[in-house]
C-alpha cells in the first residue's frame, strides 16, 4: 500500500497540476471584466488554500497532538514540520503569484492591505519556526518550543481569512466559500478551479510525505551517530 | 502562584537594580534610537511631530528585545531552573513574576521616552490618559510575550540572533494599535482611541494567559 503510493501519488500531482495548467490556459474562456488576468485563478487560491489551511491548520494540529500527553509522539513533531516547510513555500508561492495578479490589475506588486499583510506576517512567523527547528536541543524540548510556536503563529490563520471582512480591503471577497455560500463562478471556469485545489492539494501531500520521511530518516541517522560515538568511547574506556 | 510571582519579580528587579545593565546599556540604546531617528527625518519640527508616534513605538519594541535577551539570560542557566524547581516555584508564579519585573522596567523606558518626545520632539499630547493607558497596556502585552517568546528561544549563544526573529512579528499589532493610540492621544482623538486600546488589552490578556498555561511545558527538561 505504501509502495503504491509512493509510485502514484507524485506523478497523479503532476499530471493533475498539468492538466489544470492546460485547462486554464487553453480551454476556459477569458473573464468579462479581468479578460486573460483571470487565469491566475486556477492556480493562486489553490495555492493560498494549501498554504494557510492545509498546511499550517496541519502543523496546528499536529502541534496540539504533541502537546497533548496522552498523544505526545515525535512522529507528530516531525509532520508538524513537514507541513511548515512546505506551507511555507506554498505562501512565498501565493504571494508571488498575487502580486503577478496584482501589477496589472491594481498596478502595484504590493499594497499594504490587510490581507497581504496578515499573509507576509504569517510567512516571517512560520520563518521563524523553521529558525527555531534548527536550534541544537533534546529532541522533546525542540518538539515543545516548535509546539507552541506553531500554535501561536497558527492564531494568525483566522485573521487572514476575515482580514477581507474585517477592513476594507483592495484584495476580493471569497469567490466559492463566501457568506452566502453563492459561488460566483460557473462552468468550466469553476470544474478548473476545483481541478486546481485537488491538484494542489495532492502535490501538497506528496511533498510533506517525502518531508516526513527525510525528517525521520535524519533524526534515526542523528541516534546512530551518537550510539557510534557511545561505543566508540565505550571501545577506548575498555582498552585504557 | 502570586506569592511565586513576588518573589520573582523582587528577584529580578534587584538583580537589575544592583547589576545596572539596563540603566547603563538598554535605557541609553533607546535614547540613542531616538536621536537617530532625528537625525534620518532631518530637523523640521513638523515632520518630527507627525512621525513621533511611530518612532516612539518603534524604539520601544527594539529595546524590548533587549530587555527580553537581558530578563531571559536571568533564568539562563540550567542551574537556575533546577533551582526554582528544587524550591517548588510554580512555573506560572515564576512566568508573571518576570513578567512584572520587565513590565515595571518597560513603563520605566516608555516614561523616557515620552520625556524625549516632549524636550526633542516638541510634541504637545493632548489626551494623557489615552497615552497612560495605551502604554500600560502595551507594555504588559510587551512584558508577557518576551518572556514567553524568551524561553522559546533557547540557549544563550543563539538568543541574541533568534529571539528578534521570532518576537518582533508577533509584536506587530502592538506597533500597529500603539501608533494609532498616540495619534489619537497627540490629536485629541480620544473617541477614535478605544478600539485601538481594545486590540493592545486583547494582545496583553491573551499573551499573559498563553504564558500562564505554556511556561512551565516549556521550561521542563
Same mark, same amino acid.
Given at each position: 500500500?505504501?509502495?503504491?503510493?509512493?509510485?502514484?501519488?507524485?506523478?497523479?500531482?503532476?499530471?493533475?497540476?498539468?492538466?489544470?495548467?492546460?485547462?486554464?490556459?487553453?480551454?476556459?474562456?477569458?473573464?468579462?471584466?479581468?479578460?486573460?488576468?483571470?487565469?491566475?485563478? !486556477?492556480?493562486?487560491?489553490?495555492?493560498?488554500?494549501?498554504?494557510?489551511?492545509?498546511?499550517?491548520?496541519?502543523?496546528?494540529?499536529?502541534?496540539?497532538?504533541?502537546?497533548?500527553?496522552?498523544?505526545?509522539?515525535?512522529?507528530?513533531?516531525?509532520?508538524?514540520?513537514?507541513?511548515?516547510?512546505?506551507?511555507?513555500?506554498?505562501?512565498?508561492?501565493?504571494?508571488?503569484?498575487?502580486?503577478?495578479?496584482?501589477?496589472?490589475?491594481?498596478?502595484?506588486?504590493?499594497?499594504?492591505?490587510?490581507?497581504?499583510?496578515?499573509?507576509?506576517?504569517?510567512?516571517?512567523?512560520?520563518?521563524? !519556526?523553521?529558525?527555531?527547528?534548527?536550534?541544537?536541543?533534546?529532541?522533546?524540548?525542540?518538539?515543545?518550543?516548535?509546539?507552541?510556536?506553531?500554535?501561536?503563529?497558527?492564531?494568525?490563520?483566522?485573521?487572514?481569512?476575515?482580514?477581507?471582512?474585517?477592513?476594507?480591503?483592495?484584495?476580493?471577497?471569497?469567490?466559492?466559500?463566501?457568506?452566502?455560500?453563492?459561488?460566483?463562478?460557473?462552468?468550466?471556469?469553476?470544474?478548473?478551479?476545483?481541478?486546481?485545489?485537488?491538484?494542489?492539494?495532492?502535490?501538497?501531500?506528496?511533498?510533506?510525505?517525502?518531508?516526513?520521511?527525510?525528517?525521520?530518516?535524519?533524526?534515526?541517522?542523528?541516534?546512530?551517530?551518537?550510539?557510534?560515538?557511545?561505543?566508540?568511547?565505550?571501545?577506548?574506556?575498555?582498552?585504557? | 502562584?502570586?506569592?511565586?510571582?513576588?518573589?520573582?519579580?523582587?528577584?529580578?528587579?534587584?538583580?537589575?537594580?544592583?547589576?545596572?545593565?539596563?540603566?547603563?546599556?538598554?535605557?541609553?540604546?533607546?535614547?540613542?534610537?531616538?536621536?537617530?531617528?532625528?537625525?534620518?527625518?532631518?530637523?523640521?519640527?513638523?515632520?518630527?511631530?507627525?512621525?513621533?508616534?511611530?518612532?516612539?513605538?518603534?524604539?520601544?519594541?527594539?529595546?524590548?528585545?533587549?530587555?527580553?535577551?537581558?530578563?531571559?539570560?536571568?533564568?539562563?542557566?540550567?542551574?537556575?531552573?533546577?533551582?526554582?524547581?528544587?524550591?517548588?516555584?510554580?512555573?506560572?508564579?515564576?512566568?508573571?513574576?518576570?513578567?512584572?519585573?520587565?513590565?515595571?522596567?518597560?513603563?520605566?523606558?516608555?516614561?523616557?521616552?515620552?520625556?524625549?518626545?516632549?524636550?526633542?520632539?516638541?510634541?504637545?499630547?493632548?489626551?494623557?490618559?489615552?497615552?497612560?493607558?495605551?502604554?500600560?497596556?502595551?507594555?504588559?502585552?510587551?512584558?508577557?510575550?518576551?518572556?514567553?517568546?524568551?524561553?522559546?528561544?533557547?540557549?544563550?549563544?543563539?538568543?541574541?540572533?533568534?529571539?528578534?526573529?521570532?518576537?518582533?512579528?508577533?509584536?506587530?499589532?502592538?506597533?500597529?494599535?500603539?501608533?494609532?493610540?498616540?495619534?489619537?492621544?497627540?490629536?485629541?482623538?480620544?473617541?477614535?482611541?478605544?478600539?485601538?486600546?481594545?486590540?493592545?488589552?486583547?494582545?496583553?490578556?491573551?499573551?499573559?494567559?498563553?504564558?500562564?498555561?505554556?511556561?512551565?511545558?516549556?521550561?521542563?527538561?
Amino acid at each position: 500500500m505504501r509502495k503504491q503510493l509512493d509510485r502514484w501519488l507524485g506523478p497523479l500531482a503532476f499530471v493533475l497540476v498539468a492538466l489544470d495548467v492546460w485547462l486554464g490556459l487553453w480551454i476556459t474562456p477569458p473573464d468579462q471584466v479581468q479578460g486573460d488576468y483571470v487565469r491566475l485563478v !486556477y492556480v493562486h487560491p489553490a495555492v493560498a488554500w494549501v498554504a494557510l489551511y492545509v498546511a499550517f491548520g496541519m502543523a496546528g494540529l499536529c502541534s496540539v497532538l504533541y502537546l497533548w500527553p496522552r498523544t505526545r509522539s515525535l512522529a507528530f513533531d516531525y509532520a508538524a514540520a513537514a507541513a511548515v516547510e512546505v506551507g511555507v513555500v506554498f505562501t512565498i508561492l501565493t504571494c508571488i503569484t498575487g502580486a503577478i495578479w496584482g501589477r496589472p490589475t491594481w498596478g502595484v506588486w504590493w499594497t499594504w492591505d490587510a490581507r497581504l499583510t496578515s499573509t507576509a506576517l504569517l510567512a516571517v512567523m512560520f520563518l521563524g !519556526y523553521l529558525a527555531l527547528r534548527r536550534v541544537p536541543a533534546e529532541p522533546h524540548v525542540r518538539a515543545r518550543r516548535c509546539a507552541v510556536m506553531a500554535l501561536v503563529a497558527a492564531v494568525d490563520v483566522p485573521i487572514v481569512h476575515f482580514s477581507v471582512n474585517w477592513w476594507n480591503t483592495l484584495h476580493q471577497g471569497a469567490t466559492v466559500l463566501n457568506a452566502n455560500l453563492s459561488p460566483r463562478i460557473h462552468g468550466s471556469m469553476a470544474w478548473t478551479l476545483l481541478l486546481s485545489f485537488i491538484a494542489f492539494t495532492l502535490l501538497f501531500v506528496w511533498m510533506v510525505i517525502a518531508r516526513y520521511r527525510l525528517e525521520v530518516l535524519r533524526h534515526s541517522g542523528e541516534n546512530k551517530d551518537l550510539d557510534r560515538a557511545l561505543s566508540e568511547r565505550r571501545a577506548e574506556g575498555a582498552e585504557a | 502562584m502570586f506569592r511565586d510571582a513576588a518573589l520573582v519579580a523582587g528577584r529580578d528587579l534587584r538583580i537589575e537594580l544592583r547589576s545596572r545593565v539596563v540603566l547603563w546599556q538598554v535605557l541609553p540604546f533607546s535614547v540613542l534610537a531616538l536621536l537617530l531617528f532625528a537625525f534620518a527625518f532631518g530637523p523640521s519640527q513638523a515632520r518630527l511631530v507627525q512621525s513621533a508616534p511611530g518612532l516612539f513605538w518603534l524604539a520601544l519594541l527594539f529595546s524590548t528585545v533587549l530587555f527580553a535577551q537581558r530578563s531571559r539570560a536571568l533564568e539562563g542557566s540550567p542551574a537556575t531552573r533546577e533551582a526554582a524547581r528544587l524550591l517548588g516555584l510554580d512555573p506560572a508564579g515564576v512566568f508573571l513574576g518576570k513578567t512584572v519585573a520587565l513590565f515595571l522596567e518597560l513603563v520605566v523606558l516608555e516614561v523616557l521616552l515620552v520625556v524625549g518626545l516632549l524636550l526633542l520632539f516638541h510634541v504637545v499630547v493632548v489626551s494623557w490618559l489615552v497615552l497612560i493607558a495605551a502604554c500600560l497596556l502595551a507594555a504588559l502585552g510587551l512584558a508577557s510575550a518576551s518572556v514567553l517568546y524568551g524561553a522559546l528561544s533557547g540557549e544563550a549563544r543563539i538568543r541574541s540572533t533568534l529571539l528578534p526573529v521570532l518576537l518582533l512579528p508577533i509584536l506587530a499589532p502592538v506597533l500597529i494599535a500603539g501608533v494609532r493610540s498616540f495619534q489619537a492621544a497627540i490629536k485629541d482623538g480620544a473617541g477614535l482611541s478605544g478600539r485601538w486600546l481594545g486590540v493592545l488589552a486583547v494582545f496583553s490578556v491573551v499573551y499573559t494567559g498563553l504564558g500562564i498555561a505554556l511556561y512551565g511545558p516549556l521550561e521542563e527538561n
